[in-house]
């Protein structure tokens, strides 16, 4: 079963390579998870003795492939900084997370990425507009107008604003001014327009 927000590509620190890579990489493959790897992801695995059957060198179109199935591609970045910028150019924009321990990092992800859905320490599956409290998911968007991210049924609607003056001769925005009035605004029911 293919997910929209299945993880697609892993982004690992280098500082990680001998230390926790190995055993994601471990875990990942006992599951029958095909990982395409850059140099230096590739090396640090090698010798695992089911890198023969799951593991590839990756390429750079591996990168910006939605694989639809049990595949991740696997990059080495020297810092978060560097990880921010490979997404901002290669993802879909639609849900990323990092796993640190770092409140830098948490905060340079979050206001670095042009994505939809930015989390931290937490699962891409979380990104589902049922989650989010929208209702029944019906459509993701990744742009930056409109809505974005999981849509519910309200982000399909587009909205009519309708005003009234109380005044006989009408209102000027001049006049609520120098007036000192306050805005007032209430929903309009549905049943019975204001006029």
Not at 75 to 88: D, F, R, W, Y
Not at 102 to 124: H, I, K, P, Q, Y
Not at 144 to 155: E, I, M, S
Request: aromatic share 6%; with cysteine; hydrophobic share 35%.
């Amino acid at each position: 079963m293919a997910a929209c927000n299945a993880a697609e590509t892993l982004l690992v620190h280098e500082s990680l390579l001998s230390t926790v890579w190995p055993k994601v990489a471990s875990a990942l493959m006992d599951q029958s998870i095909s990982l395409r790897c850059d140099t230096k992801t590739l090396d640090a695995i090698s010798s695992h003795p089911s890198a023969e059957q799951f593991v590839i060198a990756s390429t750079s179109s591996d990168y910006t492939t939605e694989f639809l199935g049990p595949t991740l591609a696997v990059l080495t970045v020297p810092s978060v900084g560097e990880a921010i910028k490979h997404i901002n150019s290669h993802s879909s924009h639609h849900t990323d997370s990092i796993v640190t321990e770092s409140e830098e990092s948490m905060g340079l992800w979050c206001r670095g990425l042009d994505s939809a859905n930015c989390f931290v320490n937490a699962s891409t599956r979380f990104a589902d507009g049922t989650r989010y409290g929208l209702g029944t998911e019906v459509g993701i968007s990744t742009g930056k107008t409109h809505a974005r991210g999981p849509v519910g049924l309200d982000g399909l609607v587009i909205y009519k604003y309708m005003m009234r003056s109380k005044k006989a001769d009408g209102s000027l925005i001049a006049d609520h001014e120098q007036n000192g009035g306050g805005y007032t605004h209430k929903d309009i029911s549905r049943e019975k327009a204001p006029f």
